[in-house]
T-cell receptor
Framework: GAVVSQHPSWVICKSGTSVKIECRSLDFQATTMFWYRQFPKQSLMLMATSNEGSKATYEQGVEKDKFLINHASLTLSTLTVTSAHPEDSSFYIC??????????????FGDGTRLSIL | DAKTTQPPSMDCAEGRAANLPCNHSTISGNEYVYWYRQIHSQGPQYIIHGLKNNETNEMASLIITEDRKSSTLILPHATLRDTAVYYCIVRGAGTASKLTFGTGTRLQVTL
C-alpha cells in the first residue's frame, strides 16, 4: 500500500531555532502534499497545500513566512518552522495523494512529527 | 466540501461488530465519503471510501444510504487495537480537493 514517510518523528529545540520536517512518498508520485497541525485533544487542522514545482497555498490564519513549504520533487515536501517559539509546539503531520491515479484516490499520512520548543 | 456529523464517542465489546454512523446531509453528487482513524500519537490511517455503492475491504465495510445523506462504517470484529478516533470526511474528486477533519468519534473497544 501507499506509504508516506515523515522525518524526524520528534524534535526538541530551543526557542528561536528553525526546524525542518521532511515528508516523502515512498512508492508513488505525489503532485500534491498537505501539511496539518494537531494540538493536544484537538482534531487535525490543515495548514497548507503543497504543489510540486509551485508555491504552496496556505489556509487562512497560517503565516507563510513562518511555515516555509518547499515541494521540489514529486516525492518530497519539506516544512520549515522558522524562528520557532513555544507556541509552535505541536504535532505536525504530512499527507500525500497519488496524483497519477485519479482525483478520488485517498490521501495517505505520515506518522507525524512532535515538535517541542523550549 | 460538505460537513459531517458524528457521535463524539462509542463503546464496543471486543469481538463484536462496531457500527460507526456519520451524517452528511449536504453532500453533493460528486463528493466521496472517506473514513480514517487515528490511534493515539500517530498519523491518520486510511480505512475506506465510497461514492454511492457499499464498499468492503480487509479492514471494514462502508454502507452508504441510497440518498447518500448518511453512512455507516462497520468493523466486523472489533479488537482492542481498533480503539481510536474515527473520522468521516466528505471530499470532492478534484485533485486539489482537501480533507477537512471534524472532531470524529472516539471508539473504545473493551474486553
Amino acid at each position: 500500500g501507499a506509504v508516506v514517510s515523515q522525518h524526524p518523528s520528534w524534535v526538541i529545540c530551543k526557542s528561536g531555532t528553525s526546524v525542518k520536517i521532511e515528508c516523502r512518498s515512498l512508492d508513488f508520485q505525489a503532485t500534491t502534499m498537505f501539511w496539518y497541525r494537531q494540538f493536544p485533544k484537538q482534531s487535525l487542522m490543515l495548514m497548507a497545500t503543497s504543489n510540486e514545482g509551485s508555491k504552496a497555498t496556505y489556509e487562512q490564519g497560517v503565516e507563510k513566512d513562518k511555515f516555509l513549504i518547499n515541494h521540489a520533487s514529486l516525492t518530497l515536501s519539506t516544512l520549515t518552522v522558522t524562528s520557532a517559539h513555544p507556541e509552535d509546539s505541536s504535532f505536525y503531520i504530512c499527507s500525500a495523494r497519488d496524483g497519477g491515479r485519479g482525483g478520488n484516490q485517498p490521501q495517505h499520512f505520515g506518522d507525524g512529527t512532535r515538535l517541542s520548543i523550549l | 466540501d460538505a460537513k459531517t456529523t458524528q457521535p463524539p464517542s462509542m463503546d464496543c465489546a471486543e469481538g463484536r461488530a462496531a457500527n460507526l454512523p456519520c451524517n452528511h446531509s449536504t453532500i453533493s453528487g460528486n463528493e466521496y465519503v472517506y473514513w480514517y482513524r487515528q490511534i493515539h500519537s500517530q498519523g491518520p490511517q486510511y480505512i475506506i471510501h465510497g461514492l454511492k455503492n457499499n464498499e468492503t475491504n480487509e479492514m471494514a465495510s462502508l454502507i452508504i444510504t441510497e440518498d447518500r445523506k448518511s453512512s455507516t462504517l462497520i468493523l466486523p470484529h472489533a479488537t482492542l487495537r481498533d480503539t481510536a478516533v474515527y473520522y468521516c470526511i466528505v471530499r470532492g474528486a478534484g485533485t486539489a480537493s482537501k480533507l477537512t477533519f471534524g472532531t470524529g468519534t472516539r471508539l473504545q473497544v473493551t474486553l
